[in-house]
């Protein structure tokens, strides 16, 4: 089966910079569309952005907008999450996900990655 795998979290300061990137291997399977998730320390996992080649647009939660941004790396063939400005907030385990179908739903998930943001 499909599986993706993330990686670049680290433990950085407020203000920093981090970049993280989401691979796919196993069989070829079509992508609608794929996005990257978060969940803090008790709390429920949120949406952070998404791209969707069916319908052609990128779309942002407000918390990050203007600071995350998402970037197909074209060499390592990768979906990355370009993260600035970053705040304690933003502390938690970042997922990214794929949609494989036109329902509308990400049925595909990585295991995650951590990322720390110390003030």
């Known amino acids: 089966q499909v599986r993706l795998v993330e990686s670049g979290g680290g433990l950085v300061q407020a203000g920093d910079s981090l970049r993280l990137s989401c691979a796919a291997s196993?069989?070829?399977?079509?992508?609608?569309?794929m996005a990257w998730f978060r969940q803090a320390p008790g709390k429920e996992r949120e949406f952070v952005g998404s791209?969707?080649?069916?319908?052609?647009?990128?779309d942002y939660a407000d918390s990050v907008k203007g600071r995350f941004a998402i970037a197909r790396d074209n060499v390592k063939d990768t979906l990355d999450l370009e993260m600035s400005s970053l705040e304690p907030e933003d502390t938690g385990v970042y997922y990214c996900?794929?949609?494989?179908?036109?329902?509308?739903?990400?049925?595909?998930w990585g295991q995650g990655t951590q990322v720390t943001v110390s003030s």
């Open positions: 996900a794929a949609m494989t179908s036109g329902v509308g739903a990400y049925n595909i």
């Open positions: 196993g069989r070829t399977i079509i992508m609608y569309a």
């Open positions: 791209v969707n080649w069916r319908q052609g647009r990128t």
